[in-house]
């Protein structure tokens, strides 16, 4: 049985990258039979509750203050109407919904807003998610009491290539809101962005990062950067060959966070609009066992419900019913397997 771990070195991740191809996916799809249903991907929605505006210089990000964009900064959506679209994402299927706002950090004055929106999704039956920014640790209690399931804080590129995307923000500032979720007793989801110039080596210390907490997270978001026009990487990219990143490539970092994560679900994020269905098949046999629906992420377009329940059907793919495997083991207090 796969051993859990959280020692991985580098190299040994770097030898994943390395594997041929098909041996690779071989690895990856066998780890992700042992621990999850092969045919069922998780469904997600995600919807931004306050647009633009955030002071942070992300260079991916339309949402930036300093980015020429044209997103329209906006107020923090009204608690009924965030509810209406929470509803509408369990009409369509999704079972998770994911909520996020352009802020550096959450003001004590938004969080009774954010606390009743959470309460009032959960009491439809859906799992929550909020990416608001840094948490302090008075409001990851503060979102734990309310009963949200998961808090999403990307960690977005190898600690090494980080810096030259993000200035406003350190990894070590995103690593103490995982933490403080964590001590809060809120699932992690943290995952980042590969396509954004970076090299082989920044994508192994991407994984190795996630890989290597003191508990991996519940939910691994791999995106494709999407570059737009405006942004710091939008521009640097546009019109050169690393604006898109190579597919098997892309599968490739797919599969080490398989492998290396063995319980988490791994989200197939942003990005998946601009990809083949011959991509994003490799992807689910690569591990990746989560989506998002609708037509936008955020600012971001994304492939559609009818695309994907086309796609669906073609691979014989059904969306999960079931807890997450990390879930279910902490709801049980025990883990079946070695944690070393």
Known sequence: MTQIRTDW???????????????????????HREFHPPEQVQLCTLLSIKTGGCPEDCGYCSQSVKADSGVEATKLMDVQAV???????????????????????????????????????????????????????????????AGLDYYNHNIDSSPEYYERV???RTMGERLDTLANVR??????????????????ADRVGFIHTLATLPQHPESVPV??????KGTVLGDMLADT?????DDIEFV????????????????????????SEATQALCFLAGANSIFTGDKLLTAPNAGDDSDAALFAKLGLTALKGEE????????SKVSVTVE
Do not use: H, Y
């Not at 001590?183 to 082989?200: D, K, L, Q």
């Not at 060959?241 to 990143?245: D, R």
């Not at 080490?256 to 990809?275: F, K, Q, W």
């Not at 495997?325 to 049980?332: E, S």
């Open 9 to 31: 070195t580098r190299e040994e991740i770097a030898d994943l990258f390395d594997l041929p191809f098909t041996e690779l996916l071989f690895q990856a799809a066998t780890v």
């Open 183 to 200: 001590a809060a007793g809120i699932n992690v989801c943290s995952g980042g962005i590969v396509g954004m110039g970076e090299t082989r």
């Open 166 to 168: 993000i200035t406003t």
């Open 325 to 332: 495997p990390l879930r279910a083991c902490a709801r049980a």
């Open 223 to 228: 995106n494709a950067l999407v570059p737009v």
């Open 241 to 245: 060959p690393l604006a898109k990143i």
């Open 83 to 145: 509810l209406q679209r929470a509803a509408q994402a369990k009409d369509n299927g999704s079972q998770r919904f994911c909520m996020g706002a352009a802020w550096r950090n959450p003001k004590d004055r938004d969080m009774p807003a954010i606390v009743e929106i959470v309460k009032g999704v959960r009491a439809m039956g859906l799992e929550t998610c909020m990416t608001l920014g840094m948490l302090t640790p008075r409001q990851a209690d503060m979102l734990a009491e």
């Open 252 to 275: 490739r970092t797919v599969a080490a966070a398989r492998i290396t994560m063995p319980l988490s679900m791994v989200r197939l994020s942003a990005g998946r609009e601009s990809m």
